[in-house]
């Protein structure tokens, strides 16, 4: 009978294989999108200076906004959100490696929907952008096999 859900595992059962190499995947995908972000957080700031040119020229009452100001928070609200990101993730691949069944099921949620994200993304950005989103989709895959593999059945 598996534990109950607010349970945690016998202090004698070993984390599977499968699961570890599992939680090693989701940590290798967090780190290269870590890497990325910091890679590119040179470039959010033009895009942001991009984007709000565009919306003063359809509308100029926008034109007396301190433009500095606002691509400057634009700029560390991406990185904020994408740090709130990972700290999710770190919390959910953490609670994996605990084996629970619904940081499990989140994660491959979350899973497919960034190797979704990335295949529809890979014609949009730069070589080194596809790259990158190709890498952590194909980091992200695999984990998703790996925590859904037969040793990991028994653990969850």
Do not use: C
Not at 22 to 34: H, K, P
Not at 92 to 113: D, E, F, P, S
Not at 117 to 125: D, F, K, T
Not at 128 to 140: E, I, K, M, N, P
Request: aromatic fraction near 6%; proline fraction near 5%; avoid cysteine.
């Amino acid at each position: 009978m598996p534990p109950a859900p607010g349970a945690s595992r016998p202090p004698g059962r070993e984390r599977p294989h499968e699961v570890r190499v599992a939680v090693d995947l989701w940590i290798a995908s967090m780190v290269v999108g870590l890497i990325a972000l910091l890679a590119s957080f040179s470039s959010i700031g033009p895009l942001v200076r991009q984007e709000l040119d565009a919306q003063l020229a359809s509308n100029p009452d926008l034109a007396s906004i301190d433009r500095e100001t606002i691509i400057r928070i634009a700029s560390y609200a991406v990185v904020a959100v994408n740090l709130l990101g990972v700290a999710l993730r770190v919390f959910l691949v953490v609670k994996l490696a605990a084996g629970r069944r619904w940081a499990r099921t989140i994660l491959t949620v979350l899973g497919v929907l960034s190797v979704v994200g990335a295949v529809l993304n890979v014609r949009s950005g730069t070589a080194v952008d596809a790259a990158v989103g190709v890498l952590q989709a194909l980091l992200v895959a695999a984990a998703i096999v790996y925590m859904f593999s037969e040793g990991a059945k028994t653990y969850f």
